[in-house]
């Protein structure tokens, strides 16, 4: 890495303007963007892809992992997309796998009804301020530089880039070595009925035992009953929100791919074909920002509560292996809440930050980043910037009841 600079002056043309601008169009903007629409707020809604759904659909990860809360928005979003999934009540957890292809028809649909702008192939390249308040963002689309302005930005990126850009500090990783959770390319296996050619690149891995394999465990799901397998098997290290770890992790979990697929198919899989790659290596964790609080790995498993609590999960502890090894830290969690606060960057007004970068420690990540989490922390995201824009107020400032009444408005039941 060139350790030389250069200076950018250049004038970018504004394109749109909303009062709300989501950046980032995954399970926490799609959430994010409509609640803030449902209020009553103009909303935009920027994404670097063609796609919504974030690694429900662009990383394959097509499995909705069990929260212990299926309410609000996610709880609509299952009852129209996946309705034999829907529970009785909401305090149960669901685990269904679904079709990414028709995931992201759905979204697309549903953002559309809800009047939502969505741009895409929008990837943010720098936050505009005046002071320490957001005003606006500049993102590389189609028709080169454009500028979207504001009152509310909400970070959805995952990487948290619009808060970077806006000079959030930043944690990564572990605390001891910074090392975050290793990268997996999600893939789909079809039944044919019939034995399948067998396939194994020259520079791919023959794995004769699990003990070979990246994650040292056979981890898949066949439940839509059409014989999809959906294969949570490779694993490399990095971080990928690193350029030379993600370049390196875009290779070798291909290459991983093709070698697990190669092994399933000589053990219990015969008539099995490899019918789909991820388009991009699914990403566990990168950034997380510095909020107003830090959920901790104490306020995990302690089953702690907050007043100001947005989002409930009693998913586990899973931390995949940060040196790429083959073991899984795997940990019980009863239930806990997640407070505004950590959705609340330090040192920057008009941001709020939602998804798996919010403010928490390696290990609290670990329990809150699924995508049910993220649809839950979108929506409160939404709902907050709703009022902050209604009231005049800082994102900080809030009224916290008048928060909890406009989700519950929304469908959203919180456990005591």
């Known amino acids: 890495m060139s350790n030389r600079e250069v200076t950018l002056h250049t004038t970018v043309p504004v394109y749109d303007t ?98 939502v702008d969505v741009y895409y192939h929008a990837s943010v390249v720098a936050a505009i301020k005046q002071g320490d308040r957001v005003t606006g963002v500049v993102a590389n689309t189609r028709e080169g530089l454009k500028a979207f302005e504001g009152a ?38 079809q039944d044919t009925g019939k034995p399948a050619r067998q396939y194994l690149p020259e520079d791919g891995y023959r794995y004769e035992d699990v003990s070979e394999l990246p994650q040292g465990r056979r981890l898949y799901w066949e439940k839509t009953g059409d014989g999809t397998l959906l294969v949570n098997m490779t694993r490399v290290r990095g971080n990928g929100a690193k ?72 998913y586990e502890i899973d931390i995949h292996n940060p040196t790429g090894g083959a073991s899984t830290d795997e940990r019980h969690v009863s239930g806990y809440d997640i407070p505004y606060r950590c959705m609340v960057p330090v040192g920057v007004e008009g941001l709020i930050v939602a998804g798996r970068c919010i403010s928490a420690t390696h290990v609290a990540m670990s329990s809150m980043r699924v995508q049910a989490t993220c649809y839950a922390l979108g929506q409160a995201a939404g709902n907050a910037a709703s009022l902050a824009v209604e009231t005049g107020s800082s994102v900080a400032d809030i009224s916290i009841p008048a928060l909890h009444e406009r989700l519950a408005a929304q469908g959203v039941r919180f456990q005591k």
């Open 18 to 115: 909303a009062e709300v601008v989501v950046i980032g169009g995954g399970p926490a903007g799609t959430a994010a963007a409509v609640s803030a629409a449902r209020n009553g707020r103009k909303t935009i809604l920027l994404e670097h892809s063609a796609q919504l759904g974030g690694m429900g659909t662009l990383g394959n990860v097509s499995v909705f992992m069990g929260i212990g809360n299926v309410t609000g928005i996610y709880r609509e979003f299952i009852s129209e997309f996946l309705p034999e999934a829907l529970p009785d009540t909401h305090h149960v957890s669901i685990w269904p796998q679904y079709s990414p292809f028709e995931l992201r028809h759905y979204l697309n649909g549903k953002l559309e009804k809800e009047g």
């Open 152 to 189: 509310v930005f909400i970070d959805c990126t995952g990487d948290s880039r619009v808060a970077a850009e806006a000079g959030v500090p930043l944690r990564s990783g572990r605390d001891e070595d910074g090392l975050t959770q290793p990268m997996t390319l999600m893939f789909m296996m």
């Open 243 to 314: 350029i030379r770890d993600v370049n390196f992790a875009e290779k070798e979990s291909l290459r991983q791919a093709f070698s697990v697929a190669n092994y399933l198919q000589r053990n219990g899989f015969e008539n099995y074909i490899l019918s789909h790659v991820a388009g991009q290596v699914g990403v566990r964790e990168t950034n997380q920002i510095v909020g107003l609080y830090t959920l901790t790995e104490e306020d995990v498993t302690g089953g702690r509560r907050f007043d100001d609590v947005v989002a409930q999960t009693n």
